[in-house]
């Protein structure tokens, strides 16, 4: 039988006292780490806990540019003339629009907290008790989600440019189902049966994503009695304006180094995709085509163009140019640059992105197999990362003494939700309407719960069932439940402005600088109260 004693940070790693009082005995590689004074400790543990970050964000440009391989393969319609009984072959895109966006989309930038979940449910496995890393960053990384990145999105566009969701309804769905997510966890942890799961509500909170799925698809194609009775917006088919396809890779810093940050342009079409896909060498950037979301999403009339030339190379001389470009420190464009305290900046950005770039050249291409190799080979290397955030945040933890859930609220949520905030941000900079921008945040959130919460909890539950005929124990569920109430509780006061926005400037994103200020602003303000609030409780202050 499994011991029931509830678990400590003093117990689980010997931690004795607060900062600068006691000796943590972990350590990540040396022994010798101990004898360290505590206050250097932790900063050393902090600065690889950033580190890691910015390796999850360059990893993520890489899963990104896999996923957007395996959402534009197509497969062959013939259409046939009903006049000449003609037959036509023409491709069709196998992804739609809205379950790519609730499964790849969000699933993809969720991925690191999902992985961080699931490694501290494997390494749990054998205690009654669940961890309490995974639940406590899903959590606090929904409250990112919702609130930061919607303060960042709003003020995006430019000033007076109005960007509205243009198809409501599938919004209503998702924006249900997130809800429905957080009011669901309450009901399991406090009502249905306090402070346990059972392996009955872990597989319950699983399928719920199947059904979230079913009813937005059901809503995008209008199925009767199963959608909402409103009409459906059309977005435009070239996602940027004319006016705004022109963009400079040299605006600022950052851009030329993060993969993710960049917008790829095809000048026939001016199509923008939301991802970039590109490579620099000294021959400049080359681009590759593809498609955006939106033409990725629906079967298309148009004969597909001609495979590019990147797609055509040979697969070995396409990896061994990763290489090459993961040891390039200074590009063509940045030696063109007359201020030497902007190149010696960019230099060095290079130079501390290096390990990671030469870590993740190992990759495979992204254009092998419609990108399923590298979809699913950036996965492994996210876990990985992961796994190491887990052990930084124990340290962390056990050096301070610092509760693992007021953690896991703001350091763990704030760096492994950085590729949702870039992908949401792009978004509403590069297309026409805020449905991805806005869709990412609220599938997000439900992708968190229903996955990202219900599998880790799925395999402890089931150990637990199998091996002691035990349901799975919830440390500090009485704090973990008030984070609920708190996060429900402000993120009724995130929509209602949204809706508000909606109904007086007639669009949820940009519009008048100062009001778009005033609402970024304002969503700030109830993440630092969700954050504070949170932290208080599950450290018995309040």
Not at 1 to 8: D, E, F, I, Q, Y
């Amino acid at each position: 039988m499994a011991s029931v004693a509830k678990p400590t940070v003093a117990t689980m790693l010997g931690v004795h006292n607060i900062l600068g009082q006691g000796t943590c005995e972990s350590y990540l590689l040396f022994r010798g780490e101990t004898q360290l004074a505590n206050g250097f400790r932790t900063f050393l543990y902090f600065l690889g806990l950033a580190y890691c970050f910015i390796g999850l964000s360059a990893i993520t440009a890489r899963f990104f540019r896999s996923m957007e391989n395996v959402v534009k393969h197509t497969h062959e319609v013939v259409v046939i003339d009903p006049y000449t009984g003609a037959e036509t072959i023409r491709h069709g895109k196998v992804w739609n629009f809205t379950i790519a966006d609730i499964s790849l989309l969000a699933f993809g930038t969720s991925f690191p907290q999902i992985s961080l979940a699931t490694i501290d449910a494997i390494r749990n496995l054998g205690n009654l008790y669940a961890g309490g890393l995974g639940p406590g960053t899903l959590v606090g990384s929904a409250a990112f989600d919702l609130f930061p990145i919607h303060a960042v999105c709003v003020v995006v566009p430019r000033a007076g440019e109005l960007k509205k969701i243009a198809d409501i309804g599938v919004w209503l769905v998702e924006l249900f189902w997130s809800f429905w997510a957080y009011i669901w966890l309450y009901i399991i942890l406090e009502v249905w049966t306090p402070n346990v799961i059972t392996l009955w509500e872990a597989l319950l909170t699983v399928l719920q994503y199947g059904l979230l799925l079913t009813h937005a698809y059901a809503q995008d194609k209008r199925w009767p009695y199963l959608s909402l009775p409103l009409e459906k917006g059309e977005r435009p088919e070239e996602w940027v304006p004319a006016e705004a396809a022109s963009h400079e890779h040299d605006s600022s810093v950052g851009n030329n180094y993060s993969e993710i940050l960049q917008a790829v342009e095809d000048e026939d079409r001016k199509v923008v995709d939301i991802f970039s896909i590109h490579s620099s060498n000294e021959t400049g950037l080359v681009y590759q085509k593809v498609p955006g979301f939106d033409d990725a999403a629906e079967p298309s009339n148009k004969i597909l163009p001609e495979e590019t030339a990147l797609e055509d190379s040979d697969v070995l001389a396409l990896w061994r140019q990763q290489f090459v470009d993961a040891l390039m420190l200074e590009s063509r464009e940045s030696r063109k640059l007359n201020n030497i305290y902007l190149r010696l900046a960019r230099i060095s950005w290079q130079l501390l992105l290096a390990p990671w770039r030469l870590l993740f050249a190992f990759l495979p291409p992204y254009n092998i197999a419609h990108g399923w190799v590298s979809f699913i080979s950036s996965l492994i290397f996210i876990s990985g990362i992961a796994y190491i955030v887990t052990k930084l945040t124990d340290l962390i933890s056990c050096v301070t003494g610092i509760n693992p859930y007021v953690i896991a609220f703001t350091a763990l949520a704030s760096g492994t939700s950085w590729p949702d905030l870039v992908a949401s941000k792009i978004a509403a900079e590069r297309q026409t309407t805020a449905d991805s921008a806005i869709a990412n945040i609220t599938c997000s959130n439900s992708v968190n719960i229903y996955v990202g919460i219900g599998v880790p909890w799925l395999i402890d539950t089931a150990y637990n069932f199998i091996a002691y005929r035990e349901p799975l124990r919830i440390e500090n569920a009485a704090g973990l439940s008030y984070s609920l109430l708190v996060f429900f509780s402000t993120s009724v006061g995130c929509i209602v402005v949204l809706v508000f926005r909606r109904l007086t400037l007639g669009a949820e994103l940009g519009g008048p600088k100062l009001w778009a200020w005033v609402t970024s602003v304002y969503f700030m303000l109830l993440w630092i109260i969700f954050v504070v609030l949170s932290s208080l409780r599950v450290s018995g202050v309040i």
